[in-house]
Each structure stands twice: as structure tokens, then as C-alpha cells.
């Protein structure tokens, strides 16, 4: 009951918008619990959002938060890290906000390794426009803007992670709460990009996709003998057809954007004095 | 002697053109000389005819110079182009092998075999730029030793060889002149007033006002013609403990300026036209959320791709409206290299000061032009900040307060008390989403009203300037770059006996109302110079002002000569004598 109260001083107190059965207050639990895990503090903490029914969780939270605009929410990430590393930075975004719209993102922030934690709430439809298809959508293939089938392939978020190089990709279930909880907990601990893929069924427009009852069927954990420096292995059990695969896909270490940002500070050092008159001496 | 002097070096990209221009610039902002440059790019990588053209002044001058008094080429192309641009009693200094047109109206022609001496005296060929300078150190009386001095600083790190060649060709070429050209013209370098200037470009000065002003996190995109503000900065910036970084494009840059500003970093991006279009969307979010933000708008030549090396004023539409919904935005441009040190600290003291996005308009002319700078100008530099709140625990921060001040205090993130949300969604007092009725109208006027407020801040009252005669009844409303060129006309109109004023104010939005309506009382003829084809500000002056404009628009990606506003001023002042009952040119 205690650890109840505690997770619950992260709620902001606004209500969810979310539709009743949405898989996304099993995600707004595990962040809650999982922040009430660490301790952190709600000044340090900043969540980052874009545009759909996801990218409405900063409201919820007791936090700094920056609800933004379709796709965006990476690099507004990015920006917050840079200008204050001390920040505990989370972007949470949807598969269509992250992949369509905002696809060109991922693959910069994932190489720059900045020290963010990304979750990608996978339904698989566009709920908030109330259901079109998503880049994800696979099983569910008449939409209302797909009415004659998919044009498309379906992208998988985490076999895409791992190409893109984030070094920490890990993939859970809403309705895992324990185990999400666990992923988030991991995500913000590794310093470098994270890049959790929830999956989450979309009550109102596609329980299809992303069926509870499917993909309990279907899901089988990472095994425990993974290595998860092994990325070719790592991508084949994220992309496995057969089975849904849950749990760390990569962990490695390598340097973060603020480490290199503080890199060029030391060299630049190196280069000429700290102050204007030095860097007005040039144009003397 | 002549007080002022306009040289022109021409040649292809790559012979070295622009180095001489440039030590020139050097040499002469040292002696305290005041300076102006021009300078085409050709839109070839490599090769392709450029020129760089500098005048040299004893006093302060507003524009590069029309006609060229001293005019250096090194091929033939560059004669057979440039040529026409000499004044009557100019000077041409050409290669050897040129040949002239039989016709001559008065010029006095130098010829030197550059090539040659570089190729089979020196053995090194792109030495030939450096026998230039030494032919040009005795035609104009150059002091040679602060020549010299220049180059051993500009080569000694390519070693000893390298500095050997080229101080060999400076002599080279100055013996040649000596020995084999007799000075029959009386073109000489200035005077100057031995109090050194900053040589520096207009996207250097933008760098260096930005820094000045305690800007720390760039996020940029390369693009031309304003690349070189983010090149300077990533070498430079670090050293001061800020960071530069290259995003995948403009969309990414703009964001992570909105999310560092956010944090409470003062941040900064640059771009040009096609950048400024995607990041409409973001400019509206900064506005929604009310987070500062400077944006630099580099204009180049046409819609889409357009000339990326040419210059124009057409983005001024997109930068006043550009974003959908009544989004609040300030607008700045800066008029010179100096000015644009100035503006740019500026638009990051009411960037911070009122909490929304500032775009500065300049253009490739004005980026890429090298001017002399006088060193007060970095230690007089407009200063504002950020109002930051301290909330009491316990009550739940408001962000946005309705009442009072339009500007309300921000909390950053970090800060005891101050969780809140900030959205691009219209929101209520404490951030949170509210799409009502009076909500969104309260919010809006909000935000408005701080655009009211910049209007009348002290901190914006020098950027509006007059000039000319103020009991005038011509008058000239005139922005950015273009504000040289009617500067300069203004002064040769006085010497033809006609009258003239002009406004020039470095803020379009909000527009600096009070100095406009008491200037437009005051004339009875309104001439609109700029670098665009609809008439961009005349558009705006119409519409908000509803008076009759006269247009004056170029659309040739160079920038307007001041004999093209003169006929215009002489136009209108004869309209004005003849009491026409057709007052009006055409409108736009």
C-alpha cells in the first residue's frame, strides 16, 4: 500500500483521456512505478511528448513536461539533455508519431547516443485521428484510409532500433506491467539512448495487431543467455516472425552526445582563450 | 587625393581573387580605413568567374560602390565582364596576354605578365594572386611591410617553402610595377585614421553577436548562403563551454533549439529560405509554448531552390506570417555588418525578455560581405533576460498568467516547485490542455500583447533610424541590406539638389508604429526599395498603414544600386512639383 502511495505522487492528477481498456494506462502504471523505484525527484524529471493518444502521457505525470508537436519529440529531447545533462530526460511517443511523421529522427538520436529514454507505445493504428493505419499495422489491414488493404510493409520498431544503432533496445507489454516496469527502470539506468517499444492494444480502432490474447499466446521471453552485445543475434530475435520476443535486445556502452560535447570543449580549450577579446583577435 | 576608393579584383574561382580582396580588407583595416566589400560565388564547386569588389573610405560608407574607380583582372573573361563597370577615368590592371577593346573613353591600362612570373620566375602558379598584390602594393601606394606582415602570418603554417614562394611573388610584383609601369593614374589607398578596425563578414558578425550575447547551444543544418554562421560557431563556441551541433535538418535543429531554450540555455539556429519553410510548424510552438528562440534567415535568390548564391529580400512574408494560426513572432533585420552584431544581441535580449521566437533576416549579400567594425560595438551590446520564477511548494506552478504583465515568469526544469507542462495545444493558465472559449481567446491576447510591449521598450528605441532631410515630402521606407544603397543614394541626391528622407527600421514586427505614422505625416511620396518581386514591405506598409506606396523591386540577385533609388527620388519629387492629380505611381 505504501509503494502505491509512492508512485502515486507522480500522478499529476489530470485525468487520462485515454478510452476505457486502452493499453496505455498499463504503461502510465509501470512509468509511475518504476520512477517511484529510482526516487527521482519530480523537479529533475522531464518528459517529452509529440502528437497522438501516447504523446498525451506528460500530462498525467507529476514532472517537467513538454507536450510538442507531431514527430518532434526526439529532438526536443535532444535539445533538453543538452542544455541540462543533470535532467532525467523521457520521450514517449506512438508508433505513428515516431515512424511516419518523425521517422527521420530516430536514427540521429539513436547514433548520437544521447542519454534519453524513449518509449515507443506500439498500437499499431492511429487512435487519435481515430483509425488510419499506422507504419506498424499488419494484421488489421483494412483501415479507414486503407479501405482496399495495406500499400505498405509493416516496420518493426525494435529490429529498427538495433540498426540504427541505440545501445539499449528492449521491447515490453503493456499488460506486463512488472516486466515494463523493470524495461524502464533498465532504460533510464543506461546511460546512452534507450529505446523501449511497448506494445499496447488500441481498444477502440485495432485490437487485432496488438490482441492480448494473441500476443500472450505468442510471447516468449528473451532467454537469459542472450548476450546483448551481440547485435546480430539481438536483431534476429527482434525481428523473429514466429514468436513476439519481450525483453533486452542490446545493451553496450559507448560514448554519449555529452560526452562528446564535453571532448570538443576540452580540445577546443586547446585552440585559444575562453573570453571575447581572444575571439575578437581574429579579426583584428 | 581621393578620399575613397572602389576596387574590384575579378578572375576564376580558384586563381585566388578573393585572398587579394581580402588582404586588402586586412591591410587597410588596420591602417583604420573604413570598408565595404561585395563579392560574387559562382554556383560552380570548383572553377567559374567570381569577383570581389571593396571600397575603401576615409570615412564610414554605407554600400560597396557603384561604377569601380580601380579594376584588377586576371583573365580575359574578367575584362570582357567587368570592363563595362569602370568608371571613365578608372584604372584597369590586367594580364599581359588580355586583349582591350580599341575603344578607350579615358582609362589608364596596366599590363603585367602574372602568369608568367608566377609560372617560370617563381615555379609556383597559384602564386599568381600574390604577384598581384605586389604589382597592385606599388600602383597604390600599399605599405608593403604590413604586407609582407600579413602573408608570413597567413603562410608560415604551411611552411617555409610555401611563405618562401609567396614572399618571392610579392617582391616580384613589385619590382615589375616599379620597373616596367610608369603611375599615371593618382589612385592611391585612403587615408586612414591609424585606429585599427575588426575586418569581419556579416554572417562573423552574427557568430560573434550571438556569443557576445551568452548564446551557448547551436543546433543548425548546412545550408548556403549561411553555413559559415554555424562553421564559426563550432569552432569557437566550445571554447566558451557552449556546443554546436549539425542535426539531420532543419526540422530536428529548430526542435532541439525549442528543447534546449526550454531548459533554459539561450539557443540559437541559422538557415536560409528552404529552412525557414520547415521550420514554420516549430516557430508556431515556440510561440504556443512561449520559449525564446533566434533564427537567422540567410535570404538567397527565388522560391524552392532558386539561386543559392544570389541575394534577395523574399522571405520577409514567410518570416512575418510563415506557421498556421495567429502566431506571435518578432522580426528583426539587421542593415549592415555592424548592425547585424547589434541585432542579432538584440534579438536575443527580447527573445529571452519576452519569451518567443525571433527571426533576423539577412541576406547573402550582407553574410558573405566583408566590413570594418568598430571594437565598441561588441562592448555596447543590447542586454535582456528571461524572467525566471521561484514557486512556492506546495501550490501547483502557473506558467501562463493571465492578468498583469503579458510576460510570465518561466520555471525551468531543475527548478523546486515548478513541474509544469508546456504544449502546443492551447492551454489554460498552468499548461494543461483547454480548448474553450474564452481560454483561447484570453491566450491569444496574451501573447499578442507582448508584441505591444516590445514596441514601446526602451530596448528597441535606436533601431529605428532616419535619415536624409526631414522636412523632405519624399520619402523612403527601406529595410536590411537594402538600407545601403539608399543611404548612398540619399547623399547623391543631396548633390544633385533634391531632397530626400528615409526610415529604416530593423524591427517588422511589431513595426515601430509611432516613428512610421509621424514619418508618413510628414511625406507625401512613399518609395519602397527592396530585393524581392511583389513588393514585400510596401505590401505590409499598405495594409497597415493604407497609404499609397511606390515601388522599388529587384529580382536580379545582386543588390539595388543606389543610381536606381535616385531615379526613383527624382521621379517622385517630380511628380510632387508638377502637383499631378496621378500623385501615385503604381502601387507595388
Known amino acids: ?284 | 587625393m581621393q578620399s575613397d576608393l572602389v576596387l574590384r579584383v575579378a578572375g576564376e574561382s580558384g586563381e585566388g581573387v578573393i585572398t587579394i580582396g581580402e588582404t586588402l580588407c586586412k591591410i587597410a583595416a588596420r591602417e583604420g580605413i573604413h570598408i565595404v566589400t561585395f563579392r560574387t560565388f559562382p554556383a560552380e564547386i570548383k572553377g567559374g568567374s567570381c569577383m570581389i569588389q571593396v571600397r575603401l573610405s576615409e570615412r564610414r560608407i554605407p554600400y560597396h560602390g557603384e561604377g569601380v574607380d580601380f579594376l584588377v583582372c586576371l583573365n580575359q573573361d574578367a575584362v570582357d565582364e567587368n570592363l563595362p563597370d569602370l568608371k571613365e577615368h578608372g584604372v584597369l590592371l590586367c594580364e599581359a596576354e588580355c586583349d582591350l577593346p580599341e575603344k578607350n573613353p579615358g582609362w589608364t591600362a596596366y599590363k603585367v605578365p602574372f602568369d608568367r612570373i608566377a609560372t617560370r620566375e617563381i615555379g609556383s602558379r597559384i602564386s599568381k594572386n600574390i604577384v598581384v598584390l605586389g604589382a597592385l602594393s606599388h600602383l597604390l601606394s600599399l605599405p608593403k611591410e604590413t604586407i609582407e606582415k600579413f602573408i608570413s602570418e597567413k603562410f608560415a603554417r604551411k611552411g617555409k617553402t610555401v611563405l618562401d614562394h609567396n614572399l618571392d611573388a610579392l617582391q616580384r610584383g613589385f619590382d615589375f610595377a616599379r620597373s616596367h609601369l610608369a603611375k599615371k593614374d593618382s589612385y592611391r589607398l585612403p587615408k586612414g585614421s591609424g585606429r585599427k578596425r575588426l575586418l569581419m563578414t556579416g554572417n562573423e558578425a552574427i557568430a560573434i553577436g550571438a556569443t557576445a550575447a551568452g548564446m551557448r547551444y547551436f543546433f543548425g543544418y548546412p545550408i548556403t548562403p549561411a553555413s559559415e554562421i554555424m562553421e564559426w560557431l563550432a569552432a569557437h563556441l566550445p571554447k566558451m563551454g557552449g556546443v554546436v551541433l549539425q542535426t539531420e535538418d532543419e526540422i530536428s535543429a529548430i526542435c532541439s533549439v525549442a528543447g534546449a531554450s526550454w531548459a533554459g540555455g539561450k539557443s540559437m539556429t541559422s538557415t536560409s529560405g528552404p529552412g525557414l519553410s520547415l521550420m514554420s510548424e516549430t516557430i508556431g510552438l515556440l510561440s504556443m509554448a512561449e520559449i525564446p528562440a533566434v533564427i537567422v534567415d540567410s535570404q538567397r535568390g527565388g522560391p524552392s531552390t532558386g539561386m543559392p548564391t544570389k541575394t534577395e529580400q523574399s522571405d520577409l512574408l514567410l518570416a512575418l506570417y510563415g506557421s498556421h494560426g495567429d502566431a506571435t513572432r518578432v522580426v528583426m533585420a539587421p542593415t549592415s555588418v555592424s548592425d547585424s552584431l547589434r541585432v542579432t544581441a538584440l534579438a536575443f535580449a527580447v527573445a529571452e525578455k519576452y519569451q518567443l521566437p525571433v527571426i533576423m533576416l539577412v541576406d547573402q549579400a550582407l553574410s558573405a560581405r566583408l566590413e570594418t567594425v568598430d571594437r565598441e560595438t561588441v562592448e555596447r551590446l543590447p542586454q535582456g533576460s528571461r524572467s525566471c520564477a521561484s514557486p512556492a511548494d506546495g501550490a501547483p506552478f502557473v506558467r501562463y498568467q493571465l492578468g498583469g504583465s503579458a510576460v510570465s515568469p518561466a520555471a525551468l526544469p531543475g527548478t523546486q516547485g515548478g513541474e509544469h507542462m508546456v504544449t502546443g495545444m492551447e492551454h489554460d493558465e498552468r499548461g494543461n490542455f483547454a480548448c474553450d472559449e474564452e481560454t483561447h481567446t484570453a491566450m491569444t491576447v496574451k501573447r499578442f500583447r507582448k508584441l505591444a510591449a516590445i514596441e514601446s521598450d526602451p530596448l528597441v528605441a535606436e533601431f529605428c533610424t532616419r535619415l536624409g532631410d526631414e522636412n523632405s515630402e519624399v520619402g523612403i521606407v527601406t529595410w536590411g541590406s537594402s538600407a545601403g544603397p539608399v543611404e548612398e543614394a540619399l547623399a547623391i541626391a543631396k548633390g544633385l539638389g533634391i531632397s530626400a528622407q528615409a526610415i529604416i527600421p530593423r524591427i517588422l514586427n511589431p513595426l515601430p508604429h509611432q516613428e512610421l505614422k509621424t514619418f508618413f505625416g510628414k511625406v507625401k511620396r512613399v518609395i519602397v526599395p527592396e530585393l524581392n518581386f511583389v513588393g514585400q514591405l510596401a505590401t505590409l506598409l499598405r495594409s497597415t498603414y493604407r497609404i499609397p506606396t511606390i515601388g522599388l523591386t529587384k529580382v536580379k540577385g545582386v543588390p539595388l544600386a543606389p543610381s536606381e533609388i535616385v531615379e526613383k527620388i527624382v521621379e517622385a519629387e517630380s511628380t510632387l512639383n508638377a502637383r499631378s492629380t496621378r500623385a501615385y505611381g503604381r502601387a507595388g
Open chain 1, 1 to 284: 500500500m505504501e509503494e502505491l502511495d509512492k508512485s502515486c505522487e507522480y500522478l499529476s492528477g489530470v485525468c487520462p483521456v485515454w478510452c476505457p481498456g486502452c493499453g496505455y494506462y498499463g504503461i502510465l502504471s509501470a512509468l509511475v512505478e518504476a520512477f517511484a523505484d529510482l526516487k527521482l525527484p519530480t523537479k529533475e524529471l522531464t518528459l517529452v511528448s509529440g502528437i497522438g493518444c501516447s504523446s498525451r502521457l506528460p500530462y498525467f505525470v507529476k514532472a517537467y513536461g513538454f507536450h510538442s508537436i507531431h514527430g518532434r519529440g526526439l529532438p526536443i529531447a535532444q535539445g533538453v539533455k543538452t542544455a541540462n545533462p543533470e535532467l532525467t530526460v523521457l520521450a514517449v511517443g506512438g508508433d505513428g508519431d515516431g515512424l511516419a511523421i518523425g521517422g527521420g529522427h530516430l536514427p540521429h538520436v539513436a547514433r548520437n547516443n544521447v542519454d534519453i529514454t524513449y518509449l515507443l507505445f506500439n498500437n499499431a493504428i492511429y487512435g487519435m485521428t481515430k483509425g488510419q493505419f499506422s507504419p506498424t499495422t499488419t494484421l488489421y489491414p483494412v483501415t479507414k484510409t486503407s479501405p482496399f488493404g495495406l500499400a505498405g510493409e509493416a516496420i518493426n520498431p525494435s529490429a529498427l532500433a538495433i540498426v540504427y544503432g541505440a545501445t539499449f533496445v528492449a521491447r515490453g507489454f503493456s499488460v506486463k506491467k512488472e516486466h515494463l516496469k523493470e524495461l524502464i527502470i533498465q532504460g533510464i539506468h543506461h546511460r546512452g539512448f534507450s529505446f523501449i517499444e511497448v506494445l499496447a492494444s488500441c481498444s477502440s480502432f485495432n485490437t487485432t495487431d496488438m490482441n492480448v490474447a494473441r500476443i500472450v499466446k505468442n510471447l516468449e521471453m528473451i532467454p537469459e543467455d542472450h548476450n546483448p552485445e551481440d547485435a546480430i543475434e539481438a536483431l534476429r530475435l527482434a525481428a523473429d516472425q514466429e514468436k513476439i520476443r519481450l525483453g533486452v535486445f542490446v545493451r553496450n556502452q559507448r560514448p554519449t552526445l555529452g560526452d562528446k560535447f564535453q571532448e570538443m570543449r576540452r580540445k577546443a580549450k586547446g585552440k585559444g582563450a575562453a573570453n571575447m577579446e581572444a575571439l575578437l583577435g581574429q579579426f583584428a
